[in-house]
């Protein structure tokens, strides 16, 4: 039975994860680690909520949206540190915003930016009466596809103890590499993912407590043995091309 873990091949190559063995797993991670999940959950919460409140207040304070980079690696920092079987404690989401802090909140600014950019860019398309504003709007709305399935491979890798010594620009280049070479199962990740938060809107708690650390985790279980696996494959690659 697929669990959703990285096992080795009969060649030494890790195995393809699966979103049902990624949920599982990460279903049974949340139940033993739920007490160093939610707490990092909840600080995501604050940060956000007080962002939102703020920028309600004072508009212009939209633009510390990027500083929720900040938790958001806390909470990977976490999950990581959970698929790789490591130590791991509450702590360790505070460590991430000493750890190239730089370095996230430059990542989350440019995710906002996208963001923005490319709804606006949806908006203003469909409210135009032109197929030229309407093709702006669809390919908006692929750009905006792109960043939220590279989001959700960025900050597991970014993250990972495993991949520490590598620099951000060899990890981000890893995640985007990964959603080129698997497309439609890093889209099924994010549609699942996406459902599951969208849902969870609803029930504001789960999404205060643990709903956003569970999505980390399902991703971390998906992600880091998929990057391991390509990981492997690009490795080999080079090697056949070695000259003997």
Partial sequence: MDDGRARATPAGEPAAPSVSGAIRMAAQDAYYHSWRL???????????LSIVALAVIVPPAILLLPLLALPIAGIFRVTTRIVRGEAVSFWDAIDAWRTN????IGIGAGFVATTFVLGFNVVSGLASSS???WGLATLAGWGLLAAWLLAWTVWPILADPVRAGQSVMARLRLAALLVLAHPVRIGLLGIVLGLFLAVSTVAVVALATISVAFSALVASRFVLPAADRLEAQLASRVTANMPS
Avoid: D, K, M, Y
Wanted: hydrophobic content about 65%.
């Fill in 38 to 48: 939610v707490p990092a959950n909840v600080v995501w919460s604050v940060v956000a």
């Fill in 101 to 104: 802090a730089l370095a996230t």
């Fill in 131 to 133: 197929p030229l504003g």
